[in-house]
């Protein structure tokens, strides 16, 4: 499974392929889509492009995008939208348009509340844990582990030459996850080597302009759709038979 991450914390400074609006997050889901991803996470954006968890942002995004796709659509609840727990909080429970899944950062404050609100909703979680951060320990210890989606385990380290090795690290502290599904990604220079490691465990991944805005030769990627295809071609050839 490769999912598409659209946008992330990039913004109009970061380029004309970051799609922002909930037009522009809907024609690059669909393009992603067609190329190849299965899933589509993404963060939505107020007019004047501040990630929100606003339902009067989140029913409009998730509103467009299904009218193009019909895969599972993710949105994140990171503290960057709402840094007051309780705030995060009731934003969610406020939600009247749902999406599939919604992931949480679970090294942040109130990670749990949010994450026990979304299972109540019926809304899978995707339990965010980061390198570099407590996220591994606390979730092992979480009675709502066995309950989540999956775990999606996000390598922070952008230098390519030891993002492998911080993922074999993050891997390691997550021991058996609980028995949950995981999905293994990585961000900047760090992504591409950790989708082929990926690839190579048999693990699901994402790629998209969230994560990275280059291909692995370094040139600038176009579009989502573009990261979708090159990551197939570098997850797939290395589940093929040699």
Known sequence: MVQVCLNGRRSAADGAAVPLSPQELARSAAEAVAAGATEVHVRPR???????????????????????VRVPVG?????WAAPDP???????RSWSVLPDFASVDWHEPGAEKVAEQLLTMGIGVEAGIRSGTDAA????ASPLGPLVLRVLAEVTDPDPATARTSAHALLAALGDAHGRPVLLHGEEGGAWPVLRLAGRLGLATRTGLADTLVLPDGERA??????VTEGLVQ???LQRPS
């Open 46 to 68: 107020t007019p004047c492009g501040r990630g929100s968890l606003s339902p009067r942002v989140v029913g409009p995004t998730l509103g467009a995008l299904r009218e193009r």
């Open 75 to 79: 949105v994140t609840t990171g503290a």
């Open 86 to 92: 309780e705030i995060r909080f009731e934003r969610v």
């Open 137 to 140: 320990a606390r979730f092992a």
């Open 222 to 227: 176009l579009s989502n759709a573009q990261l």
């Open 235 to 237: 997850y797939g050839s």
